[in-house]
């Protein structure tokens, strides 16, 4: 019984002494916080034509544009859809913009996408698609300001940042990891 209290009392000791060890190491520089961005756009449309044997609808916005759309066959009920009838379009868009580590292996480039069946008597449907990349940053502008970055693929493209705040501890050279995602819902709103 000493023996087992004995051995007990230095596991118990050689824990502490190894959290108070741990405890006074300095630790490592936090990661900057990563900077999401996010729109949502709805738009009332108006069916203007209708292809139903390549399933194309040509939509008329409020301010009199054109679009013309391929409707995914997951949309249920698309023979159901009328010129004249009124559809409510949102896009939702998030991108987020992480600073990787230094050293860090970047992930591979990946897209996901899906569709997304609308329930309801009326037509619709959704479109998700979410796409991770990383890139280097080769220059940034303070004044303007702006980032020029190399995709993985090689491309050199210049981005304004809307925000100049999203830059300050950003250098040449870095790796961002970026993340967008987004989706589209269309749902006939009222039929003709």
Do not use: C, W
């Amino acid at each position: 019984m000493k023996r087992t209290l004995a051995a007990a009392f230095v596991i118990v000791a050689v824990a502490t002494a190894g959290i108070s060890v741990l405890a006074s190491e300095p630790e490592a520089p936090a990661a900057p916080k990563p900077i999401v961005v996010k729109d949502k756009i709805t738009v009332t449309a108006t069916i203007e034509a209708i292809d139903k044997t390549n399933r194309t609808v040509m939509l008329k916005g409020p301010k009199g544009n054109l679009l013309e759309l391929t409707v995914d066959p997951s949309v249920t009920r698309f023979d159901a859809l009328k010129v004249g009838d009124t559809v409510k379009t949102d896009y939702y868009e998030q991108v987020v913009y992480e600073l990787q580590k230094p050293g860090a292996v970047a992930a591979p480039d990946t897209v996901t996408a899906g569709n997304a069946k609308l329930t309801g008597e009326k037509p619709g449907g959704a479109i998700v698609k979410e796409t991770v990349t990383t890139v280097t940053i080769m220059a940034i502008d303070m004044e303007t300001p702006a980032v020029t970055i190399r995709t993985s693929d090689g491309q050199i493209l210049s981005f304004r940042a809307r925000n100049r705040k999203n830059l300050e501890g950003v250098k040449v050279g870095d790796k961002v990891q970026v993340t967008q995602t987004s989706a589209l819902m269309i749902a006939v709103e009222a039929a003709h």
